[in-house]
């Protein structure tokens, strides 16, 4: 049972546009949220986080929107670069617990 | 480059084997987390490792063990190889014990179980 789902395996956006990457989760009792960003032959790097207290949390050209009710949230690059280009997850943290449970991820193409 | 260092990078292995997979921390990192990746999924936590002793499992089998050695580097070791044991095998180190904090990975070990 995935907790955790990032229902786009891809995404294709031009260069200089936003780009919106959404997850969703059914637990909810996850009360701490996070994004991390994986290049080819690297490992996830952290990118973004945000507590459930919250409903946005901004970082440069990165935000992420959180939705409680919906049990949604998504994170916007703006405005896309090339670089940006990889693959994103999604990952959750229970109330109380210590597992990060991620999402299946969303590969993210930014065209110049 | 997050100075997490994984090795082997690549393994084949048979089912029935045993294998173990090395981590090297981030400097000054006490904390150490395994992951398993299969191909077009997301990490699945395995378990962590904060001060060398246990602080937290996933939904693994006992066939997965670990270690944290005083120097906080750390071992995965998988008896019993099954076929799905193949994937990616990603480290994490982090300060402070918990999930919560920022991790900073290594490029990970493929294993694949023949």
């Known amino acids: 049972d995935q907790q955790v789902k990032q229902n786009s395996p891809s995404l294709s956006v031009q260069e200089g546009r936003i780009s919106i990457l959404n997850c969703d989760y059914t637990n909810s009792m996850f009360d701490y949220f996070l994004w991390y960003k994986k290049y080819p032959a690297e490992g996830p790097t952290f990118l973004i986080s945000?507590?459930?207290?919250?409903d946005k949390n901004e970082d440069g050209r990165f935000t992420v929107f959180l939705n409680k009710s919906a049990k949604h949230l998504s994170l916007h690059i703006v405005p896309s670069q090339p670089g940006d280009s990889a693959v994103y997850f999604c990952?959750?943290?229970?109330?109380?617990?210590?597992?990060?449970?991620f999402g299946g991820g969303t590969r993210l193409m930014v065209k110049p | 480059e997050t100075g997490v260092t994984q090795s082997p990078t690549h393994l084949i292995k048979t089912r029935g084997q045993q294998v173990t997979l090395r981590c090297s921390s981030q400097s000054g990192h006490n904390t150490v987390s395994w992951y398993q990746q299969a191909l077009g999924q997301g990490p699945q936590f395995i378990f962590q490792y904060y001060r060398e002793e246990e602080n937290g499992r996933g939904n693994f089998p006992p066939r997965f063990s670990g270690l944290q050695f005083p120097n906080y580097s750390s071992e995965l070791n998988v008896n019993a190889l099954e076929l799905d044991d193949s994937a990616l095998y990603l480290c994490?180190?982090?300060?402070?014990?918990?999930?919560?904090?920022?991790?900073?990975f290594g490029a990970g070990t493929r294993l694949s179980v023949l």
């Open positions: 990952a959750a943290i229970l109330n109380a617990g210590n597992m990060l449970t």
């Open positions: 945000i507590s459930s207290i919250k």
């Open positions: 994490a180190s982090s300060l402070g014990g918990t999930q919560r904090d920022i991790q900073y």
